[in-house]
């Protein structure tokens, strides 16, 4: 037994049909100092739990502080599905039912009643089939918050932050305006600093266009958008790097330069990172009022049932929530 308070992390269990319900368990299983405290049907994750051969013993959460937490024991919040579950299958009718464990676990962490917040995937398609407009987890808590977020994706040998987030690549050029960067740009900063404990964060910057515009010559974004908005976040002391061509900005002699990466559009850095880091890659949504970090991957579900799915992603989530708490 330890002699301080384990962290309280609320844990949502993501699409029911998919592998979030196994991960959780999984994680579970570990030995990892923290009180996890399972956000979703009980009843799924008894089954989930099974499928890997895990003996899992479920506790409603009572709320408070504990200091030890045995291997095999998960505290929860009991969230019912909305419609009978079978893995791999998708179901509209529990789209609700995703959004009610993301509701309540948004509530507790505002609320003081989590440290942080670690998500399973979840399935944006399904959701939005049912009638719901939903563009990822980052855009949900960041509503729910009422503040300006930040997506970044940390694996351990890169830090790979986002201009824009889930848009089709046909609106993302008018998605980037001056004012959006200095945002976000504050907002990756302010967060190294403060939860990644970087004392003078150095940021790349990547440009929109191939060859970062090549002066104007492939696209005016970089001289009309990008260079303003650097030079005006430079003025205020940031060290950053760029507008950069991205097809060398990800070079190893650049990366040991460089604390984070601003890339444009998602599939213009993730891909990078994905291929250095997958499995050990996390999620992180800067600029929130508490901690929250997810899975580097989707629901998977061709594995969901199988026992198979690889909890690795889910335990690094977890680990860097942890750390990230520590630091507050």
């Not at 990078?272 to 880091?277: E, F, I, W, Y």
Request: overall charge negative.
């Amino acid at each position: 037994m330890t002699n301080r308070y384990l962290p309280r992390l609320a844990i949502t269990c993501g699409e029911p049909a998919g592998i979030g319900p196994e991960l959780v368990a999984a994680l579970a299983a570990t030995d990892i100092a923290a009180d996890l405290i399972a956000i979703g049907d009980k009843d799924l994750l008894l089954l989930a739990a099974q499928s890997r051969g895990i003996t899992l013993t479920l506790e409603p959460d009572d709320g408070q502080w504990h200091m030890q937490r045995l291997p095999g024991t998960l505290h929860y919040v009991h969230v019912p599905a909305r419609a009978a579950v079978v893995p791999g299958k998708l179901d509209a009718r529990n789209a609700a039912y995703v959004l009610d464990t993301l509701t309540r676990a948004a509530k507790g962490c505002l609320d003081g009643e989590f440290d942080a917040l670690v998500t399973a995937p979840v399935h944006k398609g399904i959701i939005n089939d049912a009638g719901i407009a939903f563009s990822g987890h980052t855009e949900f808590f960041a509503a729910r918050a009422n503040c300006s977020v930040a997506m970044l994706l940390a694996a351990p040998e890169l830090r790979v932050a986002l201009a824009t987030t889930h848009l089709s690549l046909a609106q993302v050029p008018a998605a980037i305006t001056a004012a959006g960067l200095v945002q976000i740009l504050r907002i990756v900063h302010n967060d190294l600093r403060r939860r990644f404990r970087i004392a003078a964060p150095r940021i790349a910057v990547l440009g929109l266009n191939p060859h970062a515009g090549e002066g104007g010559h492939l696209g005016r974004e970089e001289i009309d958008v990008i260079i303003p908005a650097l030079a005006a976040l430079r003025a205020e002391g940031m060290h950053l790097e760029g507008p950069l061509s991205a097809d060398t900005a990800f070079l190893p002699a650049r990366r040991a330069q460089t604390d984070a990466y601003l890339a444009m559009y998602h599939d213009q850095g993730l891909p990078v990172l994905k291929a250095l880091g997958f499995g050990d890659a996390v999620n992180v949504t800067l600029g929130l009022p508490f901690v929250r970090t997810s899975v580097d991957h989707g629901t998977a579900l061709d594995l969901a049932g199988t026992g198979k799915a690889d909890p690795a992603s889910m335990l690094a989530a977890t680990k860097m929530a942890m750390e990230l708490v520590a630091v507050e």
